[in-house]
């Protein structure tokens, strides 16, 4: 199933690239705070442009001075974040769905040696997705099988009716990945789309791990 659409912040000017740009910096990683609230921003500014393509309604509502004509979104989407590094991503897209239901995915490498892995799904809390636009969030796209994963993963009874990915970094062969192996119809929304993964799955030149960098390492 091809991917409808693939947006990047990076293809225009905008003060996105700030962000970008100290996410990546390895003298600003060591602010853990300004880490986490600078993927935060890019969750904020992804969940604008991807708000631009979702289905809205028009209500009249009352101000202090007379009604008026808004429209308003039809449907709230659900968010779904890969645990723990999307949590910051996730909060982003949160401040501007507010009203959104959201779950979580528990998945990591199981590494079989240093080069090869398998996705292990250890842990999910989901809402209702059947039929639903779902937001798949998920800082790093780098192999892209831990989101193909997830996506093929949803049974019949809660397929749905379109994936929105959200990533902060991609890589060329994640997005083709996905384009391979999902087959529920998708958008990708992602900070920027960079030259390759190395031979360990990471993204160059990325920007390292970024659960570590949000929260610390792990054992």
């Known amino acids: 199933m091809q991917e409808t659409s693939l947006f990047q912040l990076n293809d225009q000017h905008s003060v996105a690239s700030h962000f970008l740009s100290e996410l990546r910096k390895t003298g600003f990683q060591d602010d853990r705070l300004r880490f986490r609230r600078n993927m935060e921003r ?14 809205y309604q028009e209500h009249t509502i009352q101000t202090p001075l007379a009604d008026t004509e808004v429209s308003l979104l039809q449907e709230q989407p659900v968010l779904i974040s890969i645990l723990r590094a999307g949590i910051p991503l996730h909060q982003g897209v949160l401040n501007y769905f507010d009203h959104a239901d959201s779950g979580f995915v528990g998945a990591f490498r199981d590494h079989q040696d240093e080069h090869n892995f398998e996705i292990a799904l250890k842990y999910f809390t989901l809402p209702d997705t059947k039929d639903k636009v779902v937001l798949l969030i998920d800082p790093m796209l780098a192999s892209g099988q831990t989101l193909a994963t997830v996506c093929n993963s949803f049974s019949p009874d809660q397929k749905p009716k379109h994936l929105h990915i959200v990533s902060a970094i991609a890589s060329p062969e994640g997005l083709q990945h996905l384009r391979e192996t999902v087959n529920i119809p998708y958008s990708i929304w992602t900070g920027a789309v960079d030259e390759s993964i190395d031979s360990k799955a990471y993204i160059v030149p990325g920007l390292g791990d970024a659960g570590d960098l949000s929260y610390g390492p792990k054992l």
């Open 42 to 55: 890019i969750g904020e500014l992804l969940a604008y442009e991807l708000s631009k393509t979702l289905t």
